[in-house]
């Protein structure tokens, strides 16, 4: 445990940074960035938890003819994790060039991850295209932290 606490701090700092971020970086109110914010740091647990099971179905995939099964959105619901379409997927948000509208993008991603569960219908902020897309790549980027991926577990909570 005391190790957890070790580890959390640098995303905790990053965390911090991104709100000192929206407050200079936007003319937005905290109330109006509130959700947006919360459903990217979701995103990124998604994302972390997809990954960890993703890897751990493919391991004992069956393969037909030297090819791999793919993966399907069943096999993530049996692990209780959500499956994460390519354009949802937080590393391919990361990675998008800059010439595509990055909000738009977030927005979409949003909407195929509320396609996977109905539990998520209409919860998920659509909104991101309040955000320049500087800003936005720059949440992305502070969110994008190995760190959550290596603590494993709701680590949001716990900061």
Same mark, same amino acid.
């Given at each position: 445990?005391?190790?957890?606490?070790?580890?959390?701090?640098?995303?905790?700092?990053?965390?911090?940074?991104?709100?000192?971020?929206?407050?200079?970086?936007?003319?937005?109110?905290?109330?109006?960035?509130?959700?947006?914010?919360?459903?990217?740091?979701?995103?990124?647990?998604?994302?972390?938890?997809?990954?960890?099971?993703?890897?751990?179905?493919?391991?004992?995939?069956?393969?037909?003819?030297?090819?791999?099964?793919?993966?399907?959105?069943?096999?993530?619901?049996?692990?209780?994790?959500?499956?994460?379409?390519?354009?949802?997927?937080?590393?391919?948000?990361?990675?998008?060039?800059?010439?595509?509208?990055?909000?738009?993008?977030?927005?979409?991603?949003?909407?195929?991850?509320?396609?996977?569960?109905?539990?998520?219908?209409?919860?998920?902020?659509?909104?991101?295209?309040?955000?320049?897309?500087?800003?936005?790549?720059?949440?992305?980027?502070?969110?994008?932290?190995?760190?959550?991926?290596? !603590?494993?577990?709701?680590? !949001?909570?716990?900061?």
């Amino acid at each position: 445990m005391a190790d957890n606490k070790i580890n959390i701090r640098k995303p905790e700092a990053d965390l911090w940074e991104s709100a000192d971020l929206l407050r200079a970086g936007s003319k937005l109110t905290s109330s109006q960035y509130c959700m947006p914010v919360l459903a990217l740091l979701f995103l990124r647990y998604a994302y972390s938890r997809f990954k960890m099971v993703e890897a751990e179905l493919l391991k004992n995939r069956p393969s037909r003819g030297g090819r791999v099964m793919p993966v399907e959105p069943s096999d993530f619901a049996a692990k209780s994790a959500l499956y994460l379409p390519r354009e949802a997927q937080f590393d391919y948000l990361v990675n998008l060039p800059d010439n595509q509208p990055l909000g738009e993008a977030v927005n979409h991603a949003m909407t195929l991850v509320e396609g996977q569960s109905e539990q998520l219908t209409g919860i998920l902020p659509k909104s991101y295209t309040m955000f320049s897309d500087e800003l936005l790549r720059e949440l992305l980027r502070i969110f994008n932290n190995k760190t959550l991926d290596e !603590i494993g577990g709701d680590v !949001i909570g716990r900061i």
